[in-house]
């Protein structure tokens, strides 16, 4: 399951591309600014919440929108801690240009609204189990990580063959 996720992961994001660089989005960026069109103004926290993103990959693309001048970040009045950020003119515009992408990338998946719905809902409670839970670290690496053992890096040796397009097979 993991590389079936990744793969349709990045699928999935590689179909947006063509839709989005001839408005220079990238896929995140695009996703920050669907939530601005959702919500209006949202704090720094609520971002990196809704789209799962940590402060240190968040901060440089908003920067990166605001530079654009498709967003803009304040200090919040009433908590100079909390940082809101507020589509532009320019940023509420965009919206106008993005219309039919999602539909675009719907008709791409082509599935039946019964499968997609579930496909959707399983992601969400997956994703949510995940995040609530922790893996097991196996027996191995945690020896490795106790004598302070740093595992050979450079990747897989020459007796490796090369597996590009199959899905690892002790992957669940």
């Known amino acids: 399951m993991c590389f079936a996720l990744y793969a349709a992961s990045r699928a999935i994001t590689n179909l947006y591309r ?12 695009y996703l920050v600014m669907m939530l601005l069109w959702e919500r209006g103004e949202c704090s720094v926290k ?3 919440s809704a789209l799962q993103l ?3 990959t968040l901060t440089p693309l908003l920067k990166r929108l605001e530079a654009r001048d498709l967003l803009h970040r304040k200090r919040d009045t009433r908590d100079e801690r909390s940082v809101l950020i507020t589509p532009t003119e320019a940023g ?26 579930a496909a959707r809902l399983a992601l969400r409670r997956l994703t949510a189990s995940v995040l609530d839970g922790k893996a097991r670290v196996p027996e191995r690496i945690a020896a490795l990580t106790a004598n302070g053992a740093v595992p050979p890096r450079g990747g ?3 007796e490796v ?12």
């Not at 839709?19 to 995140?28: K, Q, R």
């Not at 063959?161 to 669940?172: I, L, T």
């Open 92 to 117: 509420a515009a965009l919206r106008e240009l993005v219309e039919g992408v999602p539909e675009a990338i719907r008709e791409v998946i082509d599935l039946p609204e019964e499968e997609f719905e």
């Open 156 to 158: 897989p040796g020459p």
């Open 161 to 172: 063959e090369d597996q590009r397009g199959s899905s690892p097979s002790s992957c669940p």
């Open 54 to 56: 940590d402060y240190g």
């Open 18 to 29: 063509p839709l989005l660089d001839p408005l220079g989005l990238t896929y995140p960026q």
């Open 46 to 48: 609520e971002v990196c």
